[in-house]
């Protein structure tokens, strides 16, 4: 077999066989195939497809290429959870507890990100000692022990996607369904899911723009995990606006630490517990989702899921009383945007609040970049909200005054008041399964 | 100016800048632009095409990305010849001497090739002591003094050229019109061509298929020639069959040696006079393309051309006596395929006939093979013409007993007799300029 002869084909229409997408993928991550001609397959590939079964092997291939994490021996059926990313997601760190506190235990390997704010791993670093690198042992037995824990992705999980991914961010072939898709797919394989709940996130704030293109996302990585044996359900979520307040590492945790103590906003509730009782109905706990968000909801009210935060936050080293008393780092710089009108807020471009937060040094440019863990935005008022003249709209933090500035005059433009309330659209457009 | 973002803007169907051009060539030749993400761009240009303004660009930047051949100190007016290939091209050696003798000088710089035979450089080489690589000097004082030379691509002509083309070899995106037009045509202008002939093969046994393709991939040519304001002329040529008799490298010498004393086949003689008689048009020695071919056959038949052919050999170094007494290296085993029943051969896949040739040894499967300079075939009979059973049709060369008996088995299917005189296409389809 030619790597070169492969490109031709999917160049030409043909579909590969299931040894041919081994050959791609195992001769990729062994060095055999250069970069070059991947970069050509991959652009082939985005602009021909990849048919169900294609895709499923690639996912398979690529699940495979390194590490893979055997749960079996904890017992438990595990069910991981992906977000496709938005402004302001912090549902990953609220649902942990509650879904663990409901008995479906949560074993999770996290990626630090690139984009408006840090992922999941940077958000937690937030917390003064909290540790995000444990062995393999003490993650396994920590799970054991509290039924979660989450921690920075190890070393040789999915190596073919790291390499793809790398190569596909500078060649213009991040775009492409089937290479998404079995992107996110191979790496909750990789991880040991049995079940998998998707949040596939469409609008400004989204990578998928339009509904459209999120629902042939969803649907093809729910394929895939029928494809291979992984219960697998999409909820197709609206990301126009950004989810809760705020946006920004510290922010974000201070935001689920209220959340877990029912102080959450309502719209990241909403999306939350439609996740967690799905994750509930996957890991086979409850018979509907319903009853799965019924007992999400108890979870809060009698502190179980707030407790389970709070050991979880114990066992990985992190300093439970600053917790608590939310005594972690914000700004200390800080200016607010505010009303020069009253009436209600009118919906705020998610992307742009984003760039905002980026702005203000919450996010990673490149891969190296630093993060800055105290620094980002908090909608103090939403969109639909009534707001006074001379109140303040936004809030923002940095540790740099400079960038501070820079944001001030880029949020000038970000803020409107009306005198009509805006209709908002739904917040769950569909659940495909 | 970020690659990646060019290789999106080609992916999604806009069009580049001439300073966009410019960015991608000099920095794929500096090694600032990687192969990964030029082999990305290669194949988004496959599917989405370049438009006129952008392929010339292209040409003008890869022919200036290194050295260019100035002959304007030479004086006269220069003329180059470009074919797409075929089986059993041999023109190119014709049309050298018969074009000088008409007085418009011939400084040309050609490649080995990678194929059914070598490429005309390599052909040269089946005669003693001939020297393909001369220095720029000695070359050029060559042109100067007979009017004629013919030389191996220098070290550091079109290296932008050079990268690309072995990078879309092993990437699948050679079979691209912008790409392959401007690949062709920036090495006749870093050569110094001031008019340009193309012969554009179609059928079997040409790169081109299908005559629609060759007329497409002309009209690119003879557009980006017009754009760079070089006189292009392009001759569409079928090629479904081989063009004369011989193939292989020596046996085509022997055939040229032949056809400058007057016994030339006949379609041999007829595509080289259209393409020589359109040479002395853009040489501006003639008014037209007929006046053209008269001069030409007046070169053949007062041996204009065949001294001018010896001058060049032994301006070069080669044995001119071995050449006039046809003793180069034939063979030196050989094998008839007879005809086993009398009638009219039949038309050849011009394609078969070519891997038969390469079979014996005659080409180049890898850039490092080396080639049987006195393999190949002859064909006894071409098709249409009457054969008596017993005769043969096909001779096999090669100096290597095994790839003959190879050829031979492979050679059972590739002849068949009728008793119905085949019609044969007209050679020349058409002229683009």
Avoid at 88 to 101: E, I, Q, S, Y
Avoid at 301 to 315: M, P, R, S, V
Avoid at 406 to 423: I, K, M, R
Wanted: charged share 25%; hydrophobic share 45%; aromatic share 6%.
């Amino acid at each position: 077999m030619r790597m070169v002869d492969l490109i031709e084909k999917k160049r030409d229409r043909e579909s590969h066989s299931k040894a041919e997408i081994r050959f791609i993928i195992d001769g990729y991550v062994r060095g055999e195939i250069p970069d070059y001609q991947m970069a050509a397959w991959a652009m082939a590939v985005f602009f021909r497809g990849m048919s169900l079964e294609e895709t499923a092997e690639l996912t398979l291939a690529m699940a495979q290429s390194g590490d893979q994490l055997d749960l079996s021996t904890l017992g438990g059926r595990f069910v991981d959870k992906h977000s496709t990313g938005g402004v302001g997601d912090k549902t990953t760190l609220l649902l942990g507890p509650m879904v663990a506190a409901c008995g479906v235990p949560v074993a999770k390997m996290s990626g630090r990100g690139l984009g408006h704010t840090g992922g999941t791993i940077d958000k937690l670093s937030s917390v003064p000692g909290f540790r995000v690198e444990l062995t393999q042992e003490e993650f396994l037995l920590q799970v054991k022990k509290i039924g979660l824990s989450v921690i920075a992705q190890s070393g040789n999980l999915v190596p073919a996607d790291k390499k793809l991914y790398a190569l596909r961010d500078v060649t213009a072939t991040v775009n492409s369904i089937p290479l998404i898709a079995s992107s996110v797919m191979s790496k909750k394989i990789a991880a040991g899911a049995q079940g998998i709940v998707l949040d596939v996130k469409y609008g400004s704030g989204a990578f998928m723009k339009t509904v459209e293109q999120a629902r042939i996302l969803a649907k093809t990585m729910v394929d895939i995990g029928k494809e291979l044996g992984r219960q697998t359900i999409a909820v197709l979520s609206n990301m126009n606006q950004p989810l809760g307040r705020a946006v920004g590492n510290s922010l974000e945790i201070l935001e689920v630490v209220d959340a877990l103590q029912g102080k959450g906003p309502a719209d990241l509730m909403e999306v939350s517990l439609e996740l967690g009782g799905w994750m509930l109905v996957a890991g086979e706990v409850v018979p509907d989702v319903e009853t799965g968000k019924k007992n999400l909801r108890q979870s809060l009210q009698d502190g179980a899921a707030w407790h389970k935060f709070l050991a979880f936050i114990t066992e990985q080293g992190g300093d439970v009383q600053a917790v608590i008393e939310r005594r972690l780092t914000v700004g200390p710089w800080d200016l607010p945007i505010l009303a020069e009108e009253s009436g209600y807020v009118q919906p705020f471009d998610a992307h742009k609040i984003g760039v905002l937060a980026m702005t203000l040094g919450a996010g990673r440019v490149t891969k190296e970049s630093p993060i800055d863990l105290g620094a980002g935005v908090v909608l103090a008022k939403k969109a639909g909200e009534w707001v006074k003249a001379g109140e303040p709209i936004l809030l923002l933090y940095s540790s740099n005054k400079e960038k501070l500035a820079e944001a001030f005059e880029l949020a000038q433009n970000l803020t409107s008041v009306g005198s009509e309330e805006p209709q908002l659209p739904l917040l769950i457009e569909e659940i495909i399964k």
